[in-house]
């Protein structure tokens, strides 16, 4: 198979299972036991911890270990909300274009009675900075704008955002979930105050994460329990994932300027050849996007169908997010970006990996303009728009 769905998930790197494998087996000890097999899974869990703060210029004692990027989005939201209602703060910040775990998150808090703004991304998918001071209010207690976007791969100016806040003395949140691990990010000189990062998203393991949140920031118990993460977060800790995740980011932020070059040669190679197919427009900027993202839409053609076909010719691919991908529902991303809903409906997302080879790259360049061919032939709308009773929009 031809695996391009790394926004979705990633493979899991060998060296990364390797340095797991001990805590999966005789190196079992619960990290809060005293006995000398305890202390030595404690060991290796801070020193987890020592290397993950290291990546994006933290220190140790910020850094949470959760169960994936879902978990540190709600946690960064939550605590920040509940800090704010306390000053009478009940305003957020936040895009049109968040993951879920964002959104979802927002939309309960709406309903305890918070007010939140969306900012617009315009046709590049980029969040403008004006909007946002026009935004801030007395009362707002959180901005959370992510830092590259898992559908169309923009990134967002997230130092500048976060110098924004800072001045205000608003808390910033950013779901850095496609970002760390793939582009350069540092807590400190980007002043952001939480972030969330997941394992699987850089060849680490599932359900592993991290929540990176500044010391001044009070964090909420989301989970009761132990002592465990600074009694923020009880229950026995994931070693294994630890170290995995840890092992993963350090590789990832190795080979990043390398693995990058490599990437954006392909991403542009197939983004040009994949627009030479009549009505297909690219999603999203074209520079300010991850190296690894490929997000297109072709008019006349259903996203799902397209998936089908690419799946029976070998190649893994998304039309969205894997979470919208099962519903009907054409994405809030494609929407906000301005795409009608009868073109949403036709994108397709390639994301690339360090695994992803040259020849993958023009088999894919070979298969797509074929099944868009054959789905086109298939196609009412199509046809209709062919015969001229119907007006392209792209
Ligand atoms: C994958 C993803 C998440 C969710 O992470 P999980 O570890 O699957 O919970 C959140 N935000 C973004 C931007 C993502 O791509």
């Not at 990290?31 to 290291?54: C, D, F, P, T, Y």
Request: glycine share 8%; net charge neutral.
């Amino acid at each position: 198979m031809i695996y391009l769905d790394n926004a979705g998930t990633t493979r899991l790197d060998e060296k990364v299972l390797k340095k797991m494998m001990p805590y999966l087996k005789e190196e079992y000890g619960n990290a809060s036991s005293l006995h000398s097999m305890g202390q030595r899974a404690k060991e290796s869990l801070e020193n987890a911890r020592e290397i993950v703060a290291k990546c994006i210029n933290a220190n140790p004692r910020e850094i949470y270990f959760t169960s994936g990027g879902s978990e540190s989005d709600n946690q960064a939201i939550i605590s920040a909300c509940k800090l704010g209602e306390r000053k009478g703060k009940k305003h957020i910040i936040s895009s049109k274009i968040e993951h879920h775990a964002v959104l979802h998150t927002i939309e309960k808090l709406e309903k305890q009675g918070f007010e939140v703004t969306y900012l617009d991304v315009y046709e590049n998918g980029i969040v403008k900075l004006e909007d946002l001071k026009n935004a801030i209010r007395e009362d707002t207690c959180l901005v959370t704008i992510m830092f590259a976007n898992n559908e169309i791969g923009t990134i967002q100016p997230i130092k500048e955002i976060g110098e924004i806040c800072r001045a205000k003395g608003i808390l910033f949140h950013t779901d850095a979930v496609q970002a760390v691990g793939h582009i350069n990010v540092d807590v400190e000189k980007m002043n952001i105050d939480m972030l969330s990062i997941a394992g699987h998203k850089f060849h680490g393991p599932k359900g592993i994460g991290v929540l990176y949140a500044r010391r001044k920031v009070l964090l909420s118990n989301l989970i009761e329990g132990g002592a465990q993460e600074s009694g923020k977060r009880g229950g026995t800790e994931n070693v294994a994932g630890a170290v995995g995740l840890a092992y993963a980011l350090k590789m990832a932020t190795e080979e990043m300027e390398e693995v990058n070059a490599r990437l954006t040669i392909f991403r542009d190679k197939l983004i040009k050849a994949l627009l030479k197919i009549p009505h297909s427009a690219l999603n999203g900027d074209k520079t300010k996007r991850l190296p690894n993202n490929v997000n297109i839409c072709f008019e006349g053609i259903e996203g799902e169908s397209l998936l089908l076909l690419l799946d029976d010719e070998g190649i893994c691919a998304s039309s969205g997010s894997a979470c919208t991908s099962g519903s009907l529902d054409p994405s809030h991303v494609l929407l906000a970006i301005g795409r009608p809903h009868e073109v949403a409906h036709g994108s397709l997302r390639l994301s690339l990996s360090k695994y992803t080879t040259q020849e993958e790259i023009d088999k894919t360049i070979e298969i797509v303009p074929k099944v868009v061919e054959h789905l086109r032939k298939m196609s009412p709308v199509w046809h209709s728009l062919q015969k001229g009773e119907r007006k392209y929009v792209i």
